[in-house]
């Protein structure tokens, strides 16, 4: 039977491509975002407990990808000053990126094999790492990120004492063509379509060990400082 993957935000630009591309790779996936049925909406925890039940009546997942994530949109752009600073957008971006996927742990790390291995990835960005902030702006989504690597490393602490050969990780799908950086594609910069972002996030995927767990890495493999 095939090994079952789970994709959260099959809808994106990256998920609809990992979603098809671990598919091609023959496993059976489980594709969940706000469309589907059962929907998961990260603004509302319900619908991620009833997706977890959903996807532990099917079997136990040997990965579990979330590929949700928010940077622009509901009216607002990412900071370029503290002047743009907004309370409602930073708890949006807050929300979405940060409290929506450690609810996602939550309810989908207790999913993963206690023996053997099994992987919660969740794709967080390189903007995210204090430790290599030089530009600035962009707050909310930064601190918001940066909050999502310390929820992924805190779970991946916990997750190991009850799956020792788990991984639980955070990972930066390099600069991807997709409507999150569409506004922000300028030249120069090297964009990977959607395909070619999934394969390398697949491959860095399957070479991780317990070991890696708790960590932050690029499309390479290569680790993000945090
Ligand atoms: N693209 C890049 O260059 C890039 C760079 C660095 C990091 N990333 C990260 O990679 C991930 C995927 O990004 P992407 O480029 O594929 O973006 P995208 O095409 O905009 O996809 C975002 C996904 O998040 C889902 N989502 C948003 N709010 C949600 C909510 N409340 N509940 C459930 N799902 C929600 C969207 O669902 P709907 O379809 O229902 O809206 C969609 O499936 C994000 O975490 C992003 O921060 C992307």
Redesign the pocket.
Known sequence: MAEMAVV????????AALAEALRAKGWSVVAL???SVPA????DEHTIEAAAAHVAALGMPGLVID?????HGTGFMPERSWRDLDGAHMAHAF???AI?PALLMKHFLPLLPRRGRGVFAT?????GSIGDNRLGGWYAYRAS?AALNQLVRTAAVELQRRAPEAVCVAL??????????APFARAGLE?RT?AVAAAELLAVIDGLTARDSGGFFDHRGAAVAW
Do not use: M, Y
């Open positions: 959260i935000g099959a809808s994106g630009g990256v998920g975002g706000r469309g998961v909406d990260l603004l590929a949700t994530g928010f940077l929300a979405v990126n929506g794709l967080s960005a390189r903007v990120k930066h799908p390099g600069t991807v063509a997709t409507a999150l950086s964009v959607p």
